[in-house]
């Protein structure tokens, strides 16, 4: 079953401008993944969240999880045409299936 | 380069016919997956093998069978296509199996099923 699911499925905004991702989960977990797929290529790991952090940063990115709401959102601030990509979530099922959402089609307008 | 790679990038067929998927990881990691992309981009898991040995089987028609020759290697062999399997396949891999590893992916292949 799918365990992540992400908010909104497509995303249209203007270069420099900040995006905001969101996903939701369903059972508990002890961490959440956010992996980047570029259009024909395999998915890329951005940034992994523990179930005990509540923000993380790399870059310009920044992650956050609350728990209580079994959510996570991922913003890109400053985005550039290179960030044009589809953004999943991951998270665990059992004790190794890692589940992914179907995704955010984020979209940079130059 | 280190990576995970898979041949062929794309592969087209009729029903019916039997074709493989060939998967390598020079990483080092111990644990390899399979992943199904439908055309909606849901991205479903199919099998994992860690260090040679089966553990996570999804329920997949048997017409899929994996195969590990050693730890750097997870081919897909897929039988008496059909249209339904249209699909993209993902090979990946992780450091070790368990709930903290990220997973490293090849480029994936196109199959279409005609």
């Known amino acids: 079953s799918q365990q992540g699911e992400e908010d909104p499925q497509a995303l249209s905004i203007q270069e420099g401008e900040n995006a905001t991702m969101n996903c939701s989960y369903k059972t508990s977990i002890n961490n959440l993944q956010w992996y980047r797929q570029n259009s024909g290529r395999g998915l890329v790991h951005l940034i992994l969240?523990?179930?005990?952090?509540r923000e993380k940063h790399s870059g310009r990115l920044r992650v956050t999880l609350d728990t209580s709401k079994k959510s996570s959102s991922l913003l890109i601030t400053a985005s550039r045409a290179a960030d044009t990509a589809s953004y999943f979530c991951a998270t665990v099922q059992g004790a190794q299936k890692l589940v992914f959402g179907q995704g955010t089609r984020l979209t940079i307008n130059p | 380069d280190t990576a995970v790679s898979q041949t062929p990038k794309y592969l087209v067929t009729q029903m019916g016919n039997d074709k493989s998927i060939k998967c390598e990881q020079n990483?080092?990691?111990?644990?390899m997956y399979w992943y199904k992309q439908d055309s909606k981009k849901f991205l479903k898991i199919m099998f994992s093998y860690n260090n040679k040995e089966l553990i996570i089987n999804e329920t997949v028609p048997n017409r899929f069978s994996p195969k590990s020759p050693d730890k750097a290697h997870l081919n897909l062999h897929i039988n008496s296509l059909e249209l339904g399997d249209s699909a993209v396949y993902f090979c990946?891999?992780?450091?070790?199996?368990?709930?903290?590893?990220?997973?490293?992916f090849g480029s994936g292949t196109q199959l279409s099923v005609l």
């Open positions: 969240i523990r179930s005990n952090e």
């Open positions: 990483l080092g990691h111990d644990t």
């Open positions: 990946a891999s992780s450091p070790r199996t368990g709930w903290q590893e990220k997973l490293f």
